[in-house]
């Protein structure tokens, strides 16, 4: 580990983004620190998205286009490499009625010209796609390249590999100021000050602040809301792939997207809005989500409801900025509104392509590590017996819904960037995220966190922020 | 006949004892006792275990069943997985309490947010967890965990649909609906509409203590559909010895029916 105080490279934001960033300059000779506001990374938009890898997103040209492009044939290979839950399932863009499907004719011309694979359908062709799609579509559009991942567990292996190869993560810990000088940049923050020759500027929703602080862009970031509805996998199961509304002038729209974890989400919704920090959901949304998925698959509309839950995409004057600093030589800005997940591996190979351009000196490490152990999942495991032979703790089921083994928690509570609250091991293993919603689990992984982080009962964190007792 | 029961609690004793006069059958249950959410303990229950065990009831506690296809049970324990044929699955595997979303309750999601069970369970080790908690929810979870934490110090503001059977010693709001939640790091306010207007009650814990749901988490026998699996998981008895009765009433009731097919 380098010394924390000073590195090469300081990455501002433990998001997907930040996260990618810290695992691609892991495997090179520079030295690198990350700094996370809140006490795990993955928070805010990376924990709360609807985990596509997508094919497609915007204009023809734009290099968030290009980082897609690059990143999209890659997923089999990280997933692997990385030990990430991903399907490429596939798409169904869905038109219902006249004026959407002639919508439908410019969108498969823009995605062409994206160079991604698409083929407008006809209703019977988009019927054998997806069985459970309504029988009012008009026309439709099918993406075979469209994926499904899960965000928490990619942006949790990015870091876990960053910190394998020796990158500092600094939890828990907020900037306050960055001051330049002849060697590069003095940053205090609440906790002590660090120097760094290179700042890569990832904080999301916060990236305008720390870019106003640093000197650099006047741009504007703020937070999007999107609201979610997860439906139990008893119904997702039948899903085959993902479902999206025909996008309007001004909205990608809400739709149906199964997950890795056998369920489906219904959202987002897009509210910009004020406070970073409000994520609630409010019923008339709710009911609008379920009430338009409905019309794309009729049969969501009495599926069981586990969860619904917000997050805040960061939305700017910009949906995308990945380049140095028009100001600031040593800044560079990395930031997606929607796309995140899905240009994360090529936007790691870019951003260090212009910290080298910049003047970093980063050769490609020779005993850096690339792939991670793999951690078995007892509910999708093939041969459960050979993982409870291995590991008699795998027989240990503590989470009745999702199937998750004592084996997988503790390896999420020992992992390289542990779990230190009970949500952190939700993240990480799915635990209480079935549909009771921890009431049988809970208490359990509640005394295993607090065991793990030596806290007690009333002291052990449950969400990121706040503890299970007050 | 072969019939597996899922859950050694008092309705999963009940099926197995009254089974077990015809049949040959095993109980499982994920916890390496018997009881349930009533507890190992509880002398009834341990009666109740010395029944079926004197009818040739045999048991596989500590183990989880995971999956059925209608002929086999898939267990998993930390000694190894099992496959158990049979020709039936009776599950017992209990209730709960509903979840927010079968509640419908929105807002922000802060710390502080526990099903009952889970505040029961943690209230156990005795600490005083929470000093101002909002009790969501009729019936004994409810009743349960009010008693907890008034013994700690704590106080309780309970929302229930009647309010003659809780304890004198919370707050009772009645008629109450459109429940959400306020507060970022944990929770600082639980809001409800009374007669069309907002209540805003300011508490560190919601607790959500009912209506009482039956757990179900065994794939291939999760919902209704299927002839091959039978659910015994009354949501709204309490005691042992009522919920043996049902097990075995439900079980009679099933044998009888299938012995006029046959």
Redesign the interface.
């Known amino acids: 580990m380098p010394n924390s105080n000073s590195a090469d490279v300081l990455i501002i934001g433990g998001g997907v983004l930040g996260c990618a960033v810290a695992e691609r300059l892991s495997r090179t000779t520079a030295s690198v620190i990350l700094i996370e506001a809140e006490s795990d990374v993955a928070e805010h938009a990376s924990k709360g998205n609807a985990g596509v890898a997508v094919s497609y997103y915007g204009a023809p040209g734009s290099q968030q286009t290009n980082l897609i492009n690059l990143s999209n044939p890659l997923w089999e290979e990280i997933s692997k490499r990385l030990n990430v839950p991903y399907r490429r399932i596939g798409g169904l863009m869905v038109a219902l009625n006249e004026e959407e499907a002639h919508h439908l004719v410019g969108t498969v011309d823009e995605i062409l010209q994206c160079g991604v694979n698409a083929k407008l359908v006809t209703p019977a062709e988009a019927l054998q796609l997806e069985p459970l799609v309504t029988t009012k579509i008009v026309r439709g559009i099918s993406m075979p390249d469209e994926g499904i991942i899960d965000p928490i567990r990619l942006t949790t292996a990015y870091a876990s590999l960053a910190a394998k190869n020796g990158v500092c993560f600094r939890l828990n810990e907020r900037v306050l100021s960055i001051e330049h000088n002849a060697d590069g940049s003095l940053i205090r923050t609440d906790q002590g000050t660090i120097e760094a020759r290179f700042i890569v500027n990832a904080a999301g929703v916060a990236a305008a602040e720390i870019s106003a602080m640093s000197g650099g862009e006047n741009f504007t970031t703020f937070p999007r809301k999107g609201q979610y509805v997860v439906l139990d996998r008893t119904y997702a199961h039948k899903l085959s792939r993902i479902v999206f509304s025909t996008h309007s002038p001004t909205t990608k729209g809400s739709n149906v997207v199964p997950t890795t974890h056998g369920s489906a989400l219904l959202g987002p919704t897009a509210k910009d809005q004020i406070d970073p920090d409000d994520k609630s959901t409010d019923t008339e949304t709710i009911e609008w989500i379920i009430s338009n998925a409905a019309k794309l698959v009729p049969s969501t509309w009495d599926a069981p409801v586990i969860k619904t839950f917000a997050a805040n995409r960061p939305a700017g004057d910009e949906i995308h900025r990945l380049r140095v600093d028009k100001n600031i030589a040593n800044l560079i800005h990395v930031t997606d509104r929607s796309a995140g997940v899905s240009i994360s591996p090529a936007a790691g190979e870019l951003t260090l392509e212009l910290l080298r351009a910049a003047g970093l000196d980063a050769e490609d490490s020779k005993s850096a590590i690339a792939v991670l152990p793999k951690i078995g999942s007892l509910r999708l495991s093939q041969n459960p017996e050979d993982l409870v032979k291995d590991n008699p703790l795998y027989g240990q089921v503590v989470c009745a819904c999702e199937f998750v083994s004592a084996a997988e928690i503790q390896a999420a509570l020992e992992s390289p960037i542990p779990a230190t609250s009970i949500d952190g091991v939700r993240k990480r293993t799915g635990a209480g995220y079935g549909r009771c919603q921890g009431s049988l689990c809970l208490a359990g992984i509640s005394f295993l966190t607090a065991i793990a982080t030596q806290s007690g009962p009333g002291t052990v964190l449950q969400t990121s922020r706040g503890t299970v007792g007050s | 006949m072969r019939i597996t029961v899922v859950g050694a609690g008092a309705s999963g004793l009940g099926c197995a004892v009254e089974l077990a006069r015809e049949n040959n059958v095993t109980v499982v249950d994920?916890l390496p006792v018997p009881g349930g959410e009533t507890g190992w303990q509880n002398p009834e229950i341990q009666a109740f275990f010395k029944t079926a065990k004197e009818l040739g009831v045999s048991f596989e506690l500590g183990s989880?069943a995971?999956h059925w296809d209608g002929t086999t049970l898939l267990t998993?324990?930390?000694?190894?997985?099992q496959k158990i044929k049979s020709e039936y699955l009776f599950f017992a595997g209990g209730i709960?309490?509903a979840?927010?979303?079968?509640i419908?309750l929105?807002?922000?999601?802060?710390?502080?947010l526990?099903?009952a069970?889970?505040a029961l369970?943690?209230l156990e080790?005795g600490?005083?967890?929470?000093?101002n908690a909002v009790v969501v929810g009729d019936g004994h979870w409810a009743s349960k965990t009010i008693e907890v934490i008034t013994k700690l110090g704590g106080k309780c503001t309970s929302i229930v649909s009647d309010d003659t059977e809780m304890e004198a010693t919370s707050r009772n709001i009645v008629n109450a609906s459109?429940f959400?939640v306020?507060g970022?790091?944990?929770v600082e306010i639980f809001e409800c509409d009374v007669a069309k207007k907002t209540l805003s009650i300011e508490c560190?814990?919601v607790i959500?203590a009912g209506p009482a749901h039956p757990?179900?988490?065994i794939d291939g026998a999760?919902?209704d559909f299927g002839t091959k699996h039978i659910f015994v998981q009354s949501t709204t008895l309490v005691s042992p010895k009522s919920r043996f009765e049902h097990g075995r009433i439900e079980a009679r009731i099933w044998a009888d029916a299938l012995g006029e097919i046959t």
């Open positions: 994920r989880m995971t998993v324990s930390p000694l190894g997985t709960r309490p979840t927010s979303a079968e419908g929105t807002g922000d999601r802060p710390a502080g526990f099903p069970t889970v369970h943690l080790s600490v005083l967890l929470w000093r459109n959400r306020r970022t790091t944990r560190d814990a959500l757990n179900r988490n999760l919902t």
